[in-house]
């Protein structure tokens, strides 16, 4: 790679012009936005975090080839989660806690939640797509919660409509909780994040209320995101870990971590939105747009990013950049490439 090229897109992505517009200060930030929303009572249920300043790194072949800011900082991620979160299934059908995606809900998960004859209809693959439609409170926060129209608009059938709906990806996040019978964070850890070597610092938070009691222990359901506090707080570093043991085909250090039948299907274009796989963001294969994705990516508000290039076998993570700007810095990244 071309050093001073390379330069220039660390520079690029660490301009203060080029910084999301979105305040240091996060939590009465997300409260006001929240507030006016139109079913949204705007209280904000999960610990939030001041953000530091622009960060980020470039890994190419497995090395840091570029990195700039502070990339141990452990900031809020927002919807960078999601794609924790959907790992945790692929772990979950490896050990037969999930019997096939295409199962309903409803047959692993008896709290109510599935009762309903539309929610009843609900599989694994539609709440990975965020195609499920599911309808009802969580958490104190409707369905619809949120989500800027004035008018609560009737569910389509589950698997025909895709929504980036943050009250549906909690309902999924219990319903793993109740496969795996033991807090989310603790199977991550010891799953993925240990074997990674990646930093102890992150943290994974649900909600004030969202606590509920399996096989008679008290744990929390955490959250898919910050959109009402919560989430992952983590490091670039860590997010450059789990990044590369992806592009790595879920393999590290000569381990297994996660099944390579995992990775190929949550890249798969989405039935409903081709540009979604199992909670990971698609670039077409250029090959096959019905094939996995060589490119893809985990994003969160704020310009969080990890961005996954199989074929340039290169890793990026950036983060409060903001998201018009990245594919300025991208263009900058590829220009740096010689071979």
Same mark, same amino acid.
């Not at 910050?226 to 490091?235: E, K």
């Given at each position: 790679?071309?050093?001073?090229?390379?330069?220039?897109?660390?520079?690029?992505?660490?301009?203060?012009e080029h910084e999301t517009s979105r305040p240091v200060d996060?939590?009465?930030?997300?409260? +006001?936005?929240?507030?006016?929303?139109?079913?949204?009572?705007?209280?904000?249920?999960?610990?939030?975090? @001041?953000?530091?300043?622009?960060?980020?790194?470039?890994?190419?072949?497995?090395?840091?080839?570029?990195?700039?800011?502070? +990339?141990?900082?452990?900031?809020?991620?927002?919807?960078?989660?999601?794609?924790?979160? &959907?790992?945790?299934?692929?772990?979950?059908?490896?050990?037969?806690?999930?019997?096939?995606?295409?199962?309903?809900?409803?047959?692993?998960?008896?709290?109510?939640?599935?009762?309903?004859?539309?929610?009843?209809?609900?599989t694994w693959h539609h709440s990975l797509q965020q195609t499920?439609?599911?309808?009802?409170?969580?958490?104190?926060?409707?369905?619809?919660?949120?989500?800027?129209?004035?008018?609560?608009?009737?569910?389509?059938?589950?698997?025909?409509?895709?929504?980036?709906?943050?009250?549906?990806?909690?309902?999924?996040?219990?319903?793993?909780?109740?496969?795996?019978?033991?807090?989310?964070?603790?199977?991550?850890?010891?799953?993925?994040?240990?074997?990674?070597?990646?930093? @102890?610092?992150?943290?994974?938070?649900?909600?004030?209320?969202?606590?509920?009691?399996?096989?008679?222990?008290?744990?929390?359901?955490?959250?898919?995101?910050?959109?009402?506090?919560?989430?992952?707080?983590?490091?670039?570093?860590?997010?450059?870990?789990?990044?590369?043991?992806?592009?790595?085909r879920g393999k590290w250090k000569g381990r297994q971590i996660?099944?390579?039948?995992?990775?190929?299907?949550?890249? +798969?274009? !989405?039935?409903?939105?081709?540009?979604?796989?199992?909670?990971?963001?698609?670039?077409?294969? @250029?090959?096959?747009?019905?094939? @996995?994705?060589?490119?893809? &990516?985990?994003?969160?508000?704020? !310009?969080?990013?990890?961005?996954?290039?199989?074929?340039?076998?290169?890793?990026?993570?950036?983060?409060?950049?903001?998201?018009?700007?990245?594919?300025?810095?991208?263009?900058?990244?590829?220009?740096?490439?010689?071979?």
């Amino acid at each position: 790679m071309d050093s001073r090229l390379l330069e220039e897109a660390a520079a690029f992505a660490s301009d203060p012009e080029h910084e999301t517009s979105r305040p240091v200060d996060l939590g009465p930030f997300l409260a +006001t936005v929240r507030s006016k929303n139109y079913h949204d009572d705007g209280e904000i249920l999960g610990p939030t975090k @001041p953000r530091g300043g622009m960060n980020g790194l470039i890994l190419r072949h497995g090395y840091i080839v570029a990195e700039w800011g502070d +990339t141990r900082r452990v900031d809020m991620t927002f919807s960078v989660t999601k794609s924790y979160l &959907s790992t945790l299934a692929g772990l979950a059908l490896e050990r037969g806690l999930i019997r096939d995606v295409h199962d309903r809900l409803g047959d692993y998960v008896d709290d109510g939640g599935y009762d309903a004859p539309h929610n009843a209809k609900i599989t694994w693959h539609h709440s990975l797509q965020q195609t499920s439609e599911w309808v009802g409170t969580l958490w104190g926060k409707h369905h619809f919660a949120g989500r800027d129209e004035t008018k609560v608009r009737e569910p389509e059938e589950p698997g025909t409509f895709f929504e980036y709906n943050d009250a549906r990806v909690n309902r999924f996040a219990l319903s793993l909780l109740h496969v795996w019978r033991r807090p989310l964070p603790q199977v991550l850890k010891e799953l993925v994040m240990d074997p990674l070597d990646a930093s @102890p610092t992150w943290r994974w938070y649900g909600y004030r209320n969202s606590w509920v009691t399996i096989d008679g222990l008290r744990m929390q359901s955490v959250s898919g995101g910050g959109h009402w506090g919560g989430g992952m707080q983590i490091s670039t570093r860590a997010h450059a870990r789990f990044g590369l043991l992806f592009l790595r085909r879920g393999k590290w250090k000569g381990r297994q971590i996660v099944p390579e039948s995992w990775i190929d299907v949550a890249m +798969t274009p !989405g039935d409903v939105n081709p540009s979604y796989g199992y909670m990971w963001w698609l670039d077409p294969n @250029p090959r096959d747009p019905k094939e @996995p994705a060589t490119v893809y &990516s985990a994003r969160g508000a704020g !310009g969080n990013r990890i961005w996954v290039d199989t074929e340039k076998d290169l890793v990026v993570v950036v983060r409060w950049l903001a998201a018009d700007r990245f594919e300025g810095f991208l263009k900058r990244v590829m220009k740096a490439i010689r071979t």
